[in-house]
Structures are given as C-alpha cells and as structure tokens.
C-alpha cells in the first residue's frame, strides 16, 4: 500500500527523464554552436576576403587592358 504525499510516481520518473533530455539537448546544441563559430566563421571569412580580392584584381585587369582615350 503507498503512502499518500509522497513524490514518487510516473510523473517524477517522466520529469526527471525530460530533464535529462533537455539537459544533453543543450549539451549537443553548445558542442554544435561551438564548433561552428571555431571552424566555419573563419572559413566564411577568408572566402569573402577571397572574393573581394577577385573583384578587385578583376577590376585592375578591366582598367589596365581598356583602350585609353
């Protein structure tokens, strides 16, 4: 026979559960967030400075190969 006030039950097993879930969601979304920021942001970088670089000696080659007036 149970006693009744006290806390166990379905429910604390399920919340406990969810917790535990909701605990190593975060943990996956930090180790996630994380590794993007050190690996691609750096990368995302360097190809538009990589790009910009193109344009610009596009833009050279443009005005050093027109005809001069």
């Not at 429910?11 to 917790?19: E, K, Q």
């Not at 750096?42 to 027109?66: C, D, H, K």
Request: charged share 15%.
């Amino acid at each position: 026979m149970a006693v009744s006030g006290t806390s166990s039950g379905p429910f604390l097993g399920a919340s406990y559960s969810l917790w535990k879930l909701a605990r190593s969601t975060g943990k996956a979304a930090w180790i996630a967030g994380t590794t993007f920021v050190i690996l691609f942001v750096p990368l995302i970088i360097e190809l538009e400075r990589e790009a910009q670089l193109v344009e610009f000696e596009t833009n050279q080659l443009g005005a050093l190969t027109s005809p001069s007036k």
